[in-house]
């Protein structure tokens, strides 16, 4: 299903915990992100990888951390220095980075209680 | 940090009439334009793009503008249907320490028949 999976589709946390969410990609694609969607704000970028054990914030980067270990894989890592972590959460990936069609996970909605 | 603007925020038309959406953006830099829609409770996907090379570009009742000079680029969907109902999202690609694209906060679309 446009091979990048995420997981898990919803998740709940409890304040204060850091919380993981899973993005793997089997389309051999290079380049890697992560977006937070939130009502009205579109889609802000937080972290992106364009190759593997490289990566650079994005704008809203405080609060959050990205590994890039492996080709297919780039986790992100919400902490509890995020101050609004509610939100709905889109990793996507693409061939060489953003000058190509970027696909899109179905994406992790992350509820803190 | 670079921005994508997007207008308008919403969008109501009649079944068969035009829409148009507006985006300016502000880095000089960026040479890719892509326009993405969302449905309700799915992931972003690709409806059209352009490069910083082409002016115009058409794919059946959609089609895309670019004014590079006045970093503006605009989509247009011609005689529209209930099933153009979602999201519709423009985004710019980012040239800072390689590329990513950043994305305008979106317009809904509602094609009432």
């Known amino acids: 299903d446009g091979g990048i999976t995420q997981s898990p589709k919803y998740l709940f946390r409890k304040e204060g915990q850091n919380v993981t969410l899973s993005c793997e990609q089997n389309?051999?694609?290079?380049?890697m992100y992560w977006y937070r969607q939130d009502p009205g704000q579109g889609l802000r970028l937080i972290y992106y990888?364009?190759?593997?054990?490289?990566?650079q914030k994005g704008d809203i980067a405080e609060g959050y951390s990205v590994s890039r270990e492996k080709k297919e894989s780039f986790p992100l890592t919400v902490t509890s220095a995020q101050k609004n972590p509610t939100a709905f959460y889109l990793c996507a990936s693409s061939l060489q980075g953003g000058d190509t069609e970027a696909f899109f996970g179905q994406g992790t909605r992350l509820t803190v209680v | 940090g670079e921005n994508v603007e997007q207008h308008p925020s919403t969008l109501s038309v009649q079944e068969g009439d035009s829409a148009v959406i507006k985006c300016t953006y502000s880095d000089s830099a960026s040479n890719y334009f892509p326009w993405y829609k969302q449905e309700l409770g799915k992931r972003p996907q690709l409806i059209i793009d352009i490069r910083s090379n082409v002016g115009e570009k058409k794919d059946q009742r959609i089609a895309v503008t670019l004014n590079k000079t006045a970093k503006h680029f605009s989509l247009h969907i011609t005689e529209t249907q209930p099933e153009d109902s979602a999201v519709y999202f423009c985004?710019?690609?980012?040239?800072?320490?390689?590329?990513?694209?950043?994305f305008g906060k979106g317009t809904t679309l509602s094609v009432s028949s």
């Open positions: 389309l051999n694609h290079d380049a």
């Open positions: 990888s364009q190759i593997v054990n490289d990566f």
């Open positions: 985004a710019a690609s980012l040239r800072q320490a390689g590329t990513a694209l950043i």
